[in-house]
């Protein structure tokens, strides 16, 4: 094992975790633009609103990254035993492949919002603004919990 991965674990704790924090603030706050952006009358709102909808989803999007990489780098550490035998940490792996799927959506619904193609209420964004809030009280209970599964 790379003598320089295990003593600087605790940094790549450390960083996964902000970064991961860092994601999560801006996967709130996305679908409340999408939020207001469907509501709004107004051609200058919704103008404002695609500029910031689409800075904030490219500026979110390296800290998913880094997330999933420094997880990556804390399972290679731990090593493939700990890895195979962590049945918390599968299902947790499974919802971050649906967060990546969810941020993945997010870019088609920019997309959506920057061509005027917007059929959704703003209702439906306020329910698809509650996905990530479930999915990150799962992943912290299973991260710091770890429950045991039988």
Same mark, same amino acid.
């Given at each position: 094992m790379n003598e320089f991965l295990v003593n600087n674990i605790l940094w +790549?704790?450390? +960083?996964?975790?902000? +970064?991961?924090?860092? @994601?999560?603030?801006?996967?709130?706050?996305l679908p409340r633009l999408f939020v207001n952006h469907a509501e709004t009358n107004s051609v200058e709102v919704a103008q404002q609103l695609k500029g910031m909808e689409k800075r904030l989803l490219y500026f979110i999007t390296p800290f998913g990254v880094l997330t999933v990489l420094l997880g990556l780098i804390l399972?290679?550490?731990?090593?493939?035993?700990?890895?195979?035998?962590?049945? @918390?940490?599968?299902?947790?792996?499974?919802?971050?492949?649906?967060?990546?799927?969810?941020?993945?959506?997010?870019?088609?619904?920019?997309?959506?919002?920057?061509?005027?193609?917007?059929?959704?209420?703003?209702? +439906?964004?306020?329910?698809?603004n509650e996905i990530p809030v479930l999915v990150l009280f799962a992943v912290i209970i299973l991260a710091y919990v770890k429950p045991i599964f039988n």
């Open positions: +790549f704790k450390a +960083f996964h975790v902000i +970064f991961m924090v860092a @994601w999560f603030a801006g996967v709130f706050y399972i290679y550490i731990y090593g493939y035993a700990w890895f195979a035998a962590t049945k @918390w940490l599968h299902i947790k792996l499974v919802l971050v492949i649906s967060l990546l799927i969810y941020h993945g959506y997010c870019f088609k619904l920019v997309n959506i919002f920057q061509q005027d193609k917007n059929m959704r209420s703003g209702k +439906f964004y306020r329910i698809f």
